[in-house]
T-cell receptor
Framework: AQSVTQPDIHITVSEGASLELRCNYS??????LFWYVQSPGQGLQLLLK??????LVQGIKGFEAEFKRSQSSFNLRKPSVHWSDAAEYFC???????????FGKGTRLHILP | NAGVTQTPKFRILKIGQSMTLQCTQD?????MYWYRQDPGMGLKLIYY???????DKGEVPNGYNVSRSTTEDFPLRLELAAPSQTSVYFC?????????FGPGTRLTVL
């Protein structure tokens, strides 16, 4: 079955440290890939998306993600986190543009001062 | 441009009561969605609509109903509230690939 997996439920990093959040998908073809962020008490906001082309995509708030076809992964990275990055992050996939989006279960990011 | 708005922000219901969660978007998007979010479970699609007058079931439609009489509005109705419907509900809209979310409605059924 088609699915998207975020292996880490919680991640804690120190402010200023680098960050990588993992996302793996299981589809026969390369889907459209997204990362969303949800701050406490808020709705989801799109960070970045990948459809085709350059496998390293830049998003808002200094985030980037790299698509690796061989690993069926789309990991989110940030070189130096800020306390305001504490939130829940969702990876999502769509097989075709008219299909429904499927979300991972999310990774909650905690930032140590 | 308000984007996607949802009302109410919070609501407590008794078992068996009914209510309607309101969702409005001002971006003229054709696609609209209702999700519920439970801790550790991500988002699950309840219903969606591809345009006015057209709705379809998502992953978890039981206990809910929707209508889409206009492009802007996509209300979600709970007819007989049950404790299992305690959740945070998000409405979203999209025109092509990117979904825009409302701030959510936190519903508790006691």
């Amino acid at each position: 079955a088609q699915s998207v997996t975020q292996p880490d439920i919680h991640i804690t990093v120190s402010e200023g440290a680098s960050l990588e959040l993992r996302c793996n998908y299981s589809y026969g073809a390369t889907p459209y890939l997204f990362w969303y962020v949800q701050s406490p008490g808020q709705g989801l906001q799109l960070l970045l998306k990948y459809f085709s082309g350059d496998t390293l995509v830049q998003g808002i708030k200094g985030f980037e993600a790299e698509f690796k076809r061989s690993q069926s992964s789309f990991n989110l990275r940030k070189p130096s986190v800020h306390w305001s990055d504490a939130a829940e992050y969702f990876c999502a996939v769509v097989l075709n543009r008219d299909d429904k989006i499927i979300f991972g279960k999310g990774t909650r990011l905690h930032i140590l001062p | 441009n308000a984007g996607v708005t949802q009302t109410p922000k919070f609501r407590i219901l008794k078992i068996g009561q009914s209510m309607t969660l309101q969702c409005t978007q001002d971006m003229n998007h054709n696609y609209m969605y209702w999700y519920r979010q439970d801790p550790g479970m991500g988002l699950k699609l309840i219903y969606y609509s591809v345009g006015a007058g057209i709705t379809d079931k998502g992953e978890v439609p039981n206990g809910y109903n929707v209508s889409r009489s206009t492009t802007e509005d996509f209300p979600l109705r709970l007819e007989l509230a049950a404790p299992s419907q305690t959740s945070v509900y998000f409405c979203a809209s999209s025109q092509s690939d990117t979904q825009y979310f409302g701030p959510g409605t936190r519903l508790t059924v006691l």
